[in-house]
């Protein structure tokens, strides 16, 4: 009886496991980006304008600053929207940066940044 109890747990593990990695390899693949003219001028933008608070590649410069690579593109749309529109006025350096954005401006560097560093696993 013992046997069958081990044989079947010992299927029922390798049925689990069937599929996953154990190579231990655990770097990230990442989607290549096509850096387009309107991608350029993007991160030019965001260079100039994001990067002192939200790094180059969109990895904050502190703790208490969101990260900006790979958030979804709509949600930073609505976010920077609601600055230059005055929805959301608690961070006076945010409305004013949100403020020199054209809708353009604000939908391409929102794609760049969700373009940054995404893993493939996570589109």
Known sequence: MKKKVWLLSSLFTAA???????????SPEFRAI????????????????????HGP?????????????CQKKMYMVKQ???YRNGQRNNHIPMVNIAK???????????????LQRCSIDTL
């Open 100 to 114: 020199m954005l054209t809708e353009e401006e604000v939908d391409a560097i929102s794609t760049w940044y969700s």
């Open 34 to 53: 096509e850096m387009t003219p309107r991608l350029e001028a993007a991160k030019n933008k965001a260079l100039a304008l994001c990067s002192g608070c």
């Open 80 to 82: 920077l929207n609601d």
């Open 57 to 69: 590649y969109g990895v904050g410069t502190a703790d208490f600053n969101p990260n900006l690579a």
């Open 16 to 26: 689990l496991l069937t599929g996953c990695d154990l190579s231990g390899d655990k």
